[in-house]
T-cell receptor
Framework: NAGVTQTPKFRVLKTGQSMTLLCAQDMNHEYMYWYRQDPGMGLRLIHYSVGEGTTAKGEVPDGYNVSRLKKQNFLLGLESAAPSQTSVYFC?????????FGPGTRLLVL | QQQVKQSPQSLIVQKGGISIINCAYENTAFDYFPWYQQFPGKGPALLIAIRPDVSEKKEGRFTISFNKSAKQFSLHIMDSQPGDSATYFCAAVTTSGTYKYIFGTGTRLKVLA
């Protein structure tokens, strides 16, 4: 049981480049979330999904897109990366009241 | 109204001491209050949680105190150990609807040996 996994672990992008972050969970959870973590700002919700084929905007969705084509996977896309998107990105899935977080992806946009 | 205010931002405690982290919220629709612990380079993990129908919950050395009228809750770590050094996040959740979590800004705890 791997729980929640994220790929890649670390990535450096140039401004304007695009990339996709992959989150996978093997716990059969319906709900999945993408957060960004910045110093002094805690965890802020980017997008979330309440089930396969559904997505919804969170607190800070601008500049990001998501897809949930399969129940176990939740993809976060950056269409045109900006330095303001330098952050640590966490994916989570939820079972009842508990969110289970992945190990994070550290993204640096130059 | 959706904010959760957490303090202090950082905390240094001697081994064996008590660590106290506080959170306050405004939205009375919140009905579930978890605390997450995060070690460097790792994702947050659930530590302990409380619902507003009780004023205190204890699990080992960790206790949540909840004051519904003041809309405040706090985490107490008794007999703090160097292994407790981590960042702690409080959160407030509305468990109806989409279960969105509102996290505090985090407290970096360092326990000195």
């Amino acid at each position: 049981n791997a729980g929640v996994t994220q790929t890649p672990k670390f990535r450096v992008l140039k401004t304007g480049q695009s990339m996709t972050l992959l989150c996978a969970q093997d716990m059969n959870h319906e709900y999945m979330y993408w957060y960004r973590q910045d110093p002094g700002m805690g965890l802020r919700l980017i997008h979330y999904s309440v089930g396969e084929g559904t997505t919804a905007k969170g607190e800070v969705p601008d500049g990001y897109n998501v897809s949930r084509l399969k129940k176990q996977n939740f993809l976060l896309g950056l269409e045109s990366a900006a330095p303001s998107q330098t952050s640590v990105y966490f994916c989570a899935s939820r079972d009842w009241e508990t969110q289970y977080f992945g190990p994070g992806t550290r993204l640096l946009v130059l | 109204q959706q904010q959760v205010k957490q303090s202090p931002q950082s905390l240094i405690v001697q081994k064996g001491g008590i660590s106290i982290i506080n959170c306050a919220y405004e939205n009375t629709a919140f009905d579930y209050f978890p605390w997450y612990q995060q070690f460097p380079g790792k994702g947050p993990a659930l530590l302990i949680a409380i619902r507003p129908d009780v004023s205190e919950k204890k699990e080992g050395r960790f206790t949540i105190s909840f004051n519904k009228s003041a809309k405040q809750f706090s985490l107490h770590i008794m007999d703090s150990q160097p292994g407790d050094s981590a960042t702690y996040f409080c959160a407030a959740v509305t468990t109806s609807g989409t279960y969105k979590y509102i996290f505090g800004t985090g407290t970096r705890l360092k326990v000195l040996a």
